[in-house]
């Protein structure tokens, strides 16, 4: 099976500042690729996902992410984060009927 | 906004009851999908369906059991609860096709006392 790891489990980072959070996957065939986010109280929801082509992608609210297949990372990155961006992330990989989600990452960002 | 609903959002129970977790879609998905999380850890499927009558158990162990006899109804049976059932439950949905993105439920926070 395949495993995704997340490296940082919790980030606490002022406003403005940069993020970059890490997730590495095992698996090495044809994998979609994918950054969930949860707000507080809220659903899961999808942030951006890859699947081929331009492997820089970019999701919603300024969020981007990079696949890099010699390394199998997919980190997911932003310049400035806002206290809105508070929430927990999860990376997750498919490659086939279900996703494998990494542990999430909690980030706090302070005012 | 995705539309794929759960209820009850929050259950406390006894041990030994038989509880019911609901988990609605109305997007028209075949696939559907349980993962249970704990606190602090990933997502484990323990359940999905390729459509109506079909359900599989996934990669986590799980006592639970499910059906799917419509399309949009996915629900999720204890028998009879023990307190190491305690978890958040999520339910989710996709299309049969193309990019396995999934929709998620709410979730369903389940404490067995």
């Keep these: ?111 | 906004e995705a539309d794929i609903y759960q209820t009850p959002r929050y259950l406390v129970i006894g041990t030994g009851k038989k509880i019911t977790l609901e988990c609605s879609q109305t997007m028209g998905h075949d696939k559907m999908y349980w993962y249970q999380q704990d606190p602090g850890m990933e997502l484990h499927l323990i359940h999905y369906s390729y459509g109506v009558n079909s359900t599989e158990k996934g990669d986590l162990s799980s006592e639970s059991t499910v059906s799917r006899i419509r399309t949009e109804h996915f629900p999720l049976t204890l028998e009879s609860a023990r307190p190491s059932h305690t978890s958040q439950y999520l339910c989710a949905s996709s299309e049969s096709s193309g990019t396995y993105e999934q929709y998620f439920g709410p979730g369903t926070r389940l404490t067995v006392t």
């Design chain 1, 1 to 111: 099976a395949q495993s995704v790891s997340q490296h940082n489990h919790h980030v606490i980072l002022s406003e403005a500042a940069s993020l970059e959070l890490g997730c590495n996957y095992s698996y090495g065939g044809t994998v979609n690729l994918f950054w969930y986010v949860q707000y507080p109280g809220q659903h899961l929801q999808l942030l951006l996902k890859y699947f081929s082509g331009d492997p820089l992608v970019k999701g919603i609210k300024g969020f981007e992410a990079e696949f890099i297949k010699s390394k199998f990372s997919f980190n997911l990155r932003k310049p400035s984060v806002q206290w809105s961006d508070t929430a927990e992330y999860f990376c997750a990989v498919s490659s086939g009927y279900a996703l494998n989600f990494g542990k999430g990452t909690s980030l706090l960002v302070t005012p």
